[in-house]
């Protein structure tokens, strides 16, 4: 095979696997959304590393230069899925949430850091 093929099945096989362990009940929302971002990495290398080794029937051009872009893209993937893995009560939105519903409840909320 070709390895841009390869990188075509590997987006295909990354797909049915995050639909396969969210079905399985592996994996919930945050689950979900780290492994769609880890989704962003394995697609960009599949159209543009698979470029930068120069072999293969679907290699176009000359991509040595975007190197360096690639890698740093997925770094800022990896990272973000980093920040996914914090816990919920580390996220600005939860607290928010949080302070609205003890507000509806009718409990008084103290404010503050």
């Known amino acids: 095979w070709d390895p841009k093929e390869n990188g075509a099945l590997l987006i295909v096989l990354w797909c049915a696997l995050i639909l396969h362990a969210r079905w399985g009940g592996f994996i919930r929302q945050r689950g979900i959304m780290a492994m769609a971002i880890f989704g962003n990495a394995i697609t960009a290398f599949s159209w543009f590393g698979v470029n930068m080794l120069g072999v293969g029937l679907h290699s176009y051009g000359f991509m040595d230069k975007a190197f360096p872009w690639l890698i740093g893209f997925i770094i800022a993937q990896v990272v973000f899925i980093l920040l ?30």
């Open 84 to 113: 996914s893995r914090l816990p919920a009560r580390a996220w600005r939105s939860f607290r928010e949430a949080d302070k609205r519903d003890a507000t509806a409840a009718g409990f008084e909320v103290a404010s503050g850091a």
